[in-house]
Structure formats: structure tokens, C-alpha cells
Nanobody, 121 residues
Framework: QVQLVESGGGLVQAGGSLRLSCAAS????????MGWFRRAPGNPREFVAT???????NYAESAKGRFTISRDNAKNTVYLQMNSLKPEDTAVYYC???????????????WGQGTQVTVSS
């Protein structure tokens, strides 16, 4: 019943910006880490960024300095602010979260449906 819903993808020109959002809902007791992964055409899925429950962040080298991950714990939402976008950023972006359900005793891994980001040159 736990669900991650993503939004904010689209088509932008090189150098432009997008802000992705991912909201978790359902019978959630707590959320640990949240993050973003992506799959570019012809490439395997790769890590982009993560943020812990207390705000600590980690970035892939390709994202460092251009992307910013953040979260709003009151809204169970994680964001990815993407600036200075490049054509090689074109990919399907997936939200990921470790969530403990109400009545559960451990955290499980959940994924969003993916949102397309296309950067034109």
C-alpha cells in the first residue's frame, strides 16, 4: 500500500533546470534514506543522489555541483533540483526510499514509477 509518486520531469534545453519531486504515501511509520537513480538509453541504472532522514547528502560525481537533493519530512517528499542540465543527463529518473510501514518491524525498499527527463542540445 506504500506508494511513491514522482513528478517534475520534462523536456528542457541544455543549461536549463528541472525540479523533480517524489511523495511517499500510505501506511508509513517512518522513512529512512531517500534518493534518486536514473537509467539513460543504452546504460544500466546508476546512482544519482541520496539524502538521509537527518539531511546528510551524497552525490554521484556526475551530479556533484549541479544537482541538489533535499527532503521535506512533514510531507514525506524528496526533491532533486537539477541545474546546468546536459544532454547526457537525459534518462528516466527513479525515486527510491527505505520505509518502515505502520505495524512493521523493519525498513523495506520502495521505488517510484520513473519520470522522463530529456535535455536537448
Amino acid at each position: 500500500q506504500v506508494q511513491l509518486v514522482e513528478s517534475g520531469g520534462g523536456l528542457v534545453q541544455a543549461g536549463g533546470s528541472l525540479r523533480l519531486s517524489c511523495a511517499a504515501s500510505g501506511s508509513i511509520f517512518s522513512i529512512n534514506g531517500m534518493g534518486w537513480f536514473r537509467r539513460a538509453p543504452g546504460n544500466p541504472r546508476e546512482f544519482v543522489a541520496t539524502v538521509s532522514s537527518d539531511g546528510r547528502t551524497n552525490y554521484a560525481e556526475s551530479a556533484k555541483g549541479r544537482f541538489t537533493i533535499s527532503r521535506d519530512n512533514a510531507k514525506n517528499t524528496v526533491y532533486l533540483q537539477m541545474n546546468s542540465l546536459k544532454p547526457e543527463d537525459t534518462a528516466v529518473y527513479y525515486c527510491n526510499a527505505f520505509i518502515r510501514r505502520i505495524g512493521g518491524s523493519y525498513f523495506s525498499d520502495y521505488w517510484g514509477q520513473g519520470t522522463q527527463v530529456t535535455v536537448s542540445s
